[in-house]
């Protein structure tokens, strides 16, 4: 990756999620699988993505919870995400997501593997001066 290019687009994966009534923390193991699927899908997809673990995401009766942000996109929150199974579709929804300008889609768009396990879809956060301005006047 060019270092002087930064990373437009983030996903999180709960690493603290555990499956209802096991012992095992699966969202490190879906990061590890994640970071490895988003590196061989090429550097098109592994430059334009950081993949991150996070503490908690608040998915807990619905684990493995995973995230989709990027500034001025809507923000992506998937659940009862498992590992090996999910893992091409989220490939797919990443080069979905980044294509997209503001990162809006459709429940038909998106990979059949992830249809029903849409947690939340959360508007952009665009906050510019000039729309500060304007509410002000």
Do not use: N, W
């Not at 992830?114 to 947690?119: M, N, P, Q, S």
């Amino acid at each position: 990756m060019d270092k002087a290019k930064e990373q437009t687009h983030r996903i999180t994966v709960c690493t603290s999620c555990r499956h209802v009534g096991a012992p095992c923390r699966p969202g490190l193991d879906l990061l590890k699988h994640l970071q490895a699927a988003i590196a061989e899908a090429g550097a098109a997809l592994s430059d334009d993505f950081s993949l991150e673990g996070s503490v908690c995401m608040a998915g807990c009766e619905r684990p493995c919870t995973v995230a989709f942000q990027a500034s001025a996109k809507a923000t992506y929150l998937f659940g009862d995400i498992a590992d090996e199974a999910d893992i091409g579709a989220l490939v797919s929804f990443a080069e979905l997501y980044r294509d997209r300008p503001d990162g809006l889609t459709r429940e038909g768009e998106r990979p059949k593997m992830l249809g029903g396990k849409t947690l939340a879809r959360i508007p952009a956060a665009i906050v510019s001066a000039e729309r500060h301005a304007t509410l002000l006047q």
